[in-house]
């Protein structure tokens, strides 16, 4: 074999690993430019028909066309609704969009009749039309929150049945529940309504300075406005 051959033999072992090393990293660095940029789509939202703070009937067909978002709460917690509550109206503020609403859903429906979550939006200094303070069957709306697999104690327990948890789900124009994927490029599922001492999310306080989640749940809301 000639000296030039061999020479051009050697060239082409180093060149081809350095390009797939490249496409490799080209690879890793569009992978994780897609899930940054994309919400991945969790399922269906449930079919729900429930009364509203002004007594009016409101379905999820009502909310085909708008993104929002949905909790379950109750308007004499004295824990985390307040703070759930309290970041929904700063995103109702700053989203501050007519395709944007807010479904939040009582787990006391006895107490929560259509006159008291009135007063608790006005309470709250609801803006939105579009928010809608839901209340109803307490049985149908235990069966709905496990269709949204989103914690709701067992009504007929009685030292849990005003348990709840914290998460909140984003449902897009078309009615379909999103979410971002998380540093491991997987899907949070829902985004926690909750204040943090830390910046990072890991442990919930009532009085936190931080909510991670309200900043990355307005990312995602106006990407889904678009």
């Known amino acids: 074999m000639s000296k030039n051959k061999k020479e051009g033999n050697n060239k082409k072992k180093i060149i081809i690993p350095i390009i797939v ?3 490799l990293f080209f690879g890793i660095g569009f992978g994780m430019n897609y899930f940054k940029k994309n919400l991945y789509t969790v399922m269906k939202v449930p079919d729900f028909e429930l009364i509203n703070q002004n007594n009016k009937k409101i379905t ?10 949905v909790e379950f709460f109750f308007s004499k917690c004295p824990t985390i609704c307040p703070v759930m509550n309290t970041n929904m109206r700063a ?3 700053e989203i501050n969009s007519k395709d944007f609403g807010i479904i939040s859903i009582s787990i006391d429906p006895e107490n929560d009749t259509p006159e008291t979550l009135k007063e608790h939006a006005k309470r709250i200094g609801v803006k939105s039309p579009n928010w809608h303070f839901l209340t109803g069957n307490r049985n149908y709306i235990g069966k709905l929150a496990d269709e949204f697999d989103i914690y709701v104690g067992d009504q007929e327990d009685q030292s849990e049945n005003l348990n709840h948890s914290g998460m909140i789900a984003l ?14 490029n997987m899907p949070i599922l829902y985004y926690s309504g909750l204040n943090y001492e830390d910046p990072e999310g890991k442990n919930p306080k009532l009085n936190g300075k ?12 106006r990407k889904l406005l678009e």
Do not use: Q, S, T
């Not at 999820?60 to 978002?69: E, F, I, R, S």
């Not at 931080?210 to 809301?221: G, N, Q, S």
């Open 21 to 23: 090393i490249a496409l």
């Open 60 to 69: 999820n067909k009502d909310m085909l066309g708008k993104v929002y978002l």
């Open 91 to 93: 995103i109702e503020d």
């Open 171 to 184: 449902v897009d124009k078309e009615g379909n529940i999103r979410c971002r994927y998380d540093k491991h």
């Open 210 to 221: 931080y909510h991670p989640d309200r900043e990355i749940l307005m990312e995602d809301i």
